[in-house]
């Protein structure tokens, strides 16, 4: 397939190049030999009407196109960006707003695990009733009556399953802290863009007289 004319051309259209071994070449269409470089198309009376482009190889098509590929996505990627950075500046106009919203997240967080260690003491404490209960019959659960050992039992599930859901609240505690860390970094630069003053653009020199 032959490039794209800079120009649209008409009829009577006269085509010149040099080809890889020096010659110039004149034809009234495209010439083969030069389809890796550039030609120039003539009018019938020697005015440069526009440029043929090379023909690119399989290979060279198959780089631009990536190259576009990567473009788009360069400027989709850029777009998400200022898209989100105008969600964070809307969300938290100040640093106020961003403390405040860090410190409910918090303090939710945290009596979470209050409430849930509150639990796993009440789960403990029934625990000890119940061995205390299982001493009767010389700590020996296989001499233990059906009610007790299903009591032991269900205990012991729900000491495991309270200690991991403590666990599971630590960790998503630090990444409340980790998330609006690093959203205020992020913050601290939008704001110091919002409020830099926008400079005029520098006029240029006027000519001396």
């Known amino acids: 397939m032959w490039g794209g004319l800079v120009v649209q051309l008409g009829a009577q259209s006269i085509y010149t190049c040099v080809d890889a071994k020096g010659r110039r070449l004149t034809a009234d269409r495209p010439i083969a ?4 470089r550039e030609q120039r198309v003539l009018s019938s009376g020697g005015l440069v009407k526009g440029k043929l482009a090379p023909t690119l190889t399989a290979e060279e098509q198959a780089a631009a196109e990536l190259k576009a590929q990567k473009a788009v996505e360069e400027r989709n990627r850029q777009a ?11 969300r ?11 410190d409910t997240a918090a303090a939710t967080a945290d009596n979470v695990i209050v409430a849930a260690n509150k639990r796993l003491i009440t789960l403990q404490e029934d625990r000890k ?9 010389q700590g020996d659960i296989a001499k233990a009556p059906v009610k007790l050992k299903r009591q032991i039992d269900d205990n012991t599930r729900n000491i495991e399953a309270q200690k991991r859901f403590i666990l599971d ?11 609006y860390d690093q959203e205020l970094i992020k913050l601290n630069q939008l ?19």
């Open 33 to 36: 030999e030069c389809t890796d």
């Open 80 to 90: 998400e960006e200022k898209r989100i950075n105008r969600a964070l500046l809307n």
């Open 92 to 102: 938290y106009p100040n640093r106020a707003a961003h403390d405040k919203e860090r």
């Open 129 to 137: 009733r119940l061995d205390v209960e299982l001493e009767f019959f």
């Open 169 to 179: 609240k630590q960790a998503e505690r630090k990444r409340i802290d980790t998330r």
């Open 191 to 209: 704001w110091a863009q919002r409020e830099a003053p926008v400079r005029p653009p520098a006029s240029a020199p006027s000519a001396s007289r």
